[in-house]
């Protein structure tokens, strides 16, 4: 079992900066694919970013050259940097692992999952 914790959400203006941390409570957690997920009011929770094992990474054509992730093993923290924030950003945003090495970008395909950090960008 991995247990996920968010943080670093808040309120920003739009052209900020925010970083989101993913901590885990398992040791393997480096061998984990990890995920970050967002869902905005009345819409469905859609990928954002993703770091395989080998931290070969992946983006959702919206949030390319703004959104940045980063794994830290020594700490079992997977970072989400976000800059030149947009209000289209808004949403809560999950992170979620995976004991697999390939990354995937279906919610289905997550086994654990934090409980969510609210990120709020004012226009």
């Known amino acids: ?4 914790v ?9 052209g900020g900066s925010l970083r989101l941390s993913c901590e885990a409570s398992r040791r393997t957690f480096s061998t984990y694919t990890v995920g970050w997920f967002r869902q905005a009011p009345g819409k469905e929770r859609e990928f954002v970013a993703a770091i ?29 940097q976000m800059n030149s924030l947009k209000p289209e950003d808004t949403a809560v945003y999950y992170c979620a692992a995976r004991p697999d090495v390939s990354i ?7 086994n654990y999952w934090g409980q969510g950090t609210q990120v709020t960008v004012s226009s």
């Open 1 to 4: 079992q991995v247990q996920l």
């Open 6 to 14: 968010e943080s670093g959400g808040g309120l920003v203006q739009a």
């Open 52 to 80: 395989g094992w080998k931290a070969g990474t992946y983006y959702t054509d919206s949030v390319k050259g703004r959104f940045t992730i980063s794994r830290d093993i020594a700490k079992d923290t997977v970072y989400l």
């Open 104 to 110: 995937s970008i279906s919610t289905q395909e997550y």
